[in-house]
């Protein structure tokens, strides 16, 4: 039998520590295209974004924030490079 549930977050996962949910959404937001578009998640990225959506992080949280969310950025745009390569149907 297949295991479905591998990288699925069920009910009984302990939430993600606060800086990995907040390296996601900076993720999320570095990535936003158009005149939102940010190009890089660096540390005056970061700084713009704690402010911006006045979120508290500590200024020796930066770096963790930042390590998680270097890889997570570049996966994020290479999924949506693949996705605009794909032909259309």
């Known amino acids: ?10 009910l009984f996962d302990a939430p993600p520590p606060p800086n990995i949910a907040h390296a996601k959404a ?5 990535c936003s295209f158009g005149t939102n578009f ?3 998640p660096d ?3 970061l ?5 911006k ?6 200024e020796s949280d930066e770096a963790e924030i930042l390590e998680a969310a270097r890889p997570a ?3 994020r745009i290479e999924q949506m490079t693949r996705k605009s390569e ?3 149907n």
Request: hydrophobic share 30%; with cysteine.
């Open 53 to 58: 959506n006045k979120v508290q992080i500590k």
């Open 1 to 10: 039998m297949r295991e479905l549930s591998h990288d699925t977050p069920t």
């Open 38 to 40: 940010r190009n890089s």
């Open 73 to 75: 950025f570049l996966k």
């Open 43 to 45: 540390i005056t990225n």
């Open 26 to 30: 900076f993720v999320r937001w570095c």
């Open 47 to 51: 700084r713009y974004w704690t402010r």
């Open 86 to 88: 794909l032909p259309p």
